[in-house]
């Protein structure tokens, strides 16, 4: 465990540093005008994306797994925006925290980007 964690150090940097880092951001965000407004999968997609940020302010700035993490986390909500869209559904506005989850209209296998035989089928599905 410990040459993961001196490994982990290395890119993550200071565990300690990001988690004071991340969580100043969450508590920014979490007391701004819209959190109470997002769905649930939103607030974690930011959360996520705020321990990503403080990982690239404590750790190693050009460690590319940190950035494509957070495409890859503004993918999923984006792709479960677009679907909503497509179906016709907006997002379900959840006043408060802990309500239940609102599952997205169609499952989504991967934050990366699709192929173009993915989206083809995707648009296939949705046109019906």
């Known amino acids: ?76 909500i984006e792709r479960w925006l677009t679907s909503c869209t497509a179906s016709g559904d907006g997002p379900t506005h959840r006043p408060a925290a802990g309500s239940p989850a609102t599952p997205a209209p169609s499952p989504v296998s991967s934050v990366w980007p699709l192929t173009p035989e993915e989206e083809e089928a995707q648009a296939a599905r949705r046109r019906g």
């Open 1 to 76: 465990m410990t040459d993961i964690l001196d490994e982990r150090q290395k890119t993550h940097g200071d565990y300690y540093r990001t988690a004071g880092i991340a969580q100043g951001l969450k508590d920014v965000m979490r007391r701004s005008q819209n959190w109470s407004e997002m769905d649930d999968t939103e607030r974690e997609a930011l959360e996520m994306i705020a321990t990503k940020i403080g990982r690239i302010l404590s750790g190693y700035p050009h460690e590319v797994d940190h950035w494509r993490d957070i495409a890859g986390y503004a993918t999923l």
